[in-house]
């Protein structure tokens, strides 16, 4: 059985990451979604939302498997025994970190591969951070996410606001 680990904050996740996934799905029998907490963010959803709104996007789907994580991918990689790692690139700058991160991952664990999947050009401008500036100003956002993640995104900015 061939398994890929997609890592990310998915704060939130988007029809570009959705994307992705779903032609990692077509390569492989099991892709686990990795959701890191990662401290040099400050997170809009807590990572308990990410990995419910994950876990409901794809119930139907039982080889996507979802889980949270902290600490080193390839800790994590090795825990899970799967050592190939899916990333995906938007534009040609996104290579360049990609490639660091992809190359500092096999100098820590040689077992890990990186696979590169495009993203379909219709989202190669699209991130995660772009959809939470415009959720926060009310800007239309029904493009770019599910309807729950749109759902959860009004939701947690009016309750902000609220503050």
């Known amino acids: 059985m061939k398994k890929a680990i997609?890592?990310?904050?998915?704060?939130?996740?988007?029809?570009?990451?959705?994307?992705?996934?779903?032609?990692?799905?077509?390569?492989?029998?099991?892709?686990?979604?990795a959701v890191i907490q990662n401290p040099e963010k400050n997170s809009f959803f807590t990572i308990e939302?990410?990995?419910e709104h994950l876990q409901e996007l794809f119930r139907s789907e039982p080889e996507i498997q979802i889980e949270g994580f902290k600490g080193l991918l390839v800790d994590y990689a090795k825990k899970k025994d799967i050592y190939t790692i899916i990333r995906g690139l938007r534009a040609v700058s996104d290579f360049d970190?990609?490639?660091q991160m992809a190359l500092t991952n096999r100098n820590l664990e040689s077992k890990i591969d990186t696979v590169f999947l495009m993203t379909d050009e219709k989202y190669s401008y699209l991130s995660s951070s772009l959809v939470r500036q415009l959720a926060k100003l009310n800007g239309p956002i029904g493009q770019f996410v599910p309807d729950l993640i749109e759902q959860?995104?009004?939701e947690k900015c009016k309750a902000q606001k609220g503050h």
């Open 97 to 99: 970190f990609e490639f």
């Open 6 to 33: 997609y890592p990310g904050s998915f704060d939130p996740i988007t029809n570009g990451h959705i994307d992705v996934l779903r032609r990692a799905s077509r390569v492989f029998d099991e892709v686990h979604i």
């Open 152 to 154: 959860a995104l009004r």
């Open 49 to 51: 939302e990410r990995i």
